[in-house]
């Protein structure tokens, strides 16, 4: 793949993902005590971490928008969506309804799975990674 045809997807991609953190974000901020089910019983403050993880996911989709703050926020990004594994698992295996998110294993098995998708997603929209697009030495 030739660089240009890289950057122009890596572009689609960092503003897709960017669009669905603060979409992520809204939501943590405007409708906090939905989320309150799924967060895990060891984590401290329960609603303030989702307000804080809300105004993360707001600086994250801004940040990567940058050039200067892109890579970090990659990073972060990346982490962030590790960290809220513990709270999809809860989910998916708590039995705890969350409406209007469904209840199903029709939703949780693609979320589940989806979570590593997330991790690549914000280095690959970052440009920390180029894999799967990076250029083929052979073609070279």
């Given amino acids: ?5 890289r950057e122009r ?16 974000g809204a939501g943590h901020l405007l409708i906090p005590d939905t989320f309150l089910a799924i967060v895990p019983d060891w984590v401290p403050a329960p609603r303030s971490v989702i307000l804080i993880t809300g105004l993360c996911e707001l600086a994250g989709a801004a940040a990567l928008l940058t050039v200067r703050w892109r890579r970090l926020a990659g990073v972060m990004l990346a982490l962030y969506a590790v960290c809220v594994f513990p709270a999809n698992i809860k989910h998916a295996f708590g039995g705890v309804d969350v409406s209007p998110l469904l209840d199903t ?8 799975a989806f979570q590593p998708v997330f991790v690549w997603w914000a280095l690959f929209a970052a440009g ?13």
């Fill in 1 to 5: 793949m030739s660089p240009d045809a």
């Fill in 9 to 24: 997807i890596r572009t689609v991609v960092r503003w897709l993902l960017a669009a669905v953190y603060v979409a992520a």
């Fill in 105 to 112: 294993w029709w939703y949780h098995g693609p979320r589940l």
């Fill in 128 to 140: 920390v990674i180029d894999w799967p697009a990076q250029e083929n030495p052979k073609a070279s």
